[in-house]
Nanobody, 126 residues
Framework: QVQLVESGGGLVQAGGSLRLSCAAS????????MGWFRQGPGKEREFVAA????????TYADSVKGRFTISRDNAKNTMYLQMNSLKPEDTAVYYC???????????????????WGQGTQVTVSS
């Protein structure tokens, strides 16, 4: 059974930092792109960041560019999202996702991701 488990969410003041982790089990994602999405209260799910199978290519939503950094450790089958300079509008449930297509370029389209985690809450207070 394939599982993606997010951790690292919590409550932080504006300007603070958090580091999210996404641990995969049941299959290796070392040849697959992975991504982070989020859904804020009353909002639709939106793309945050994605990373290629090797970690050599990343893409970000404009709203987080320069503040968030996505990375991965294929030896640990784990992906990360370092979030700095957090803003209240970053408040959301953050989901990690795994693509099953072999070594495709990074994509922001959620339909390309097959596996999803349960999400971790990030709350940024003003």
């Amino acid at each position: 059974q394939v599982q993606l488990v997010e951790s690292g969410g919590g409550l932080v003041q504006a300007g603070g930092s958090l580091r999210l982790s996404c641990a995969a089990s049941g299959r290796s994602f070392s040849d697959n792109a992975m991504g982070w999405f989020r859904q804020g209260p009353g909002k639709e799910r939106e793309f945050v960041a994605a990373i290629s199978w090797s970690g050599g290519s990343q893409t970000y939503a404009d709203s987080v560019k320069g503040r968030f950094t996505i990375s991965r450790d294929n030896a640990k089958n784990t992906m990360y999202l370092q979030m700095n300079s957090l803003k209240p509008e970053d408040t959301a449930v953050y989901y990690c996702a795994g693509c099953i297509l072999f070594r495709v370029p990074v994509r922001s389209t959620p339909e390309l991701y097959t596996y999803w985690g349960q999400g971790t809450q990030v709350t940024v207070s003003s």
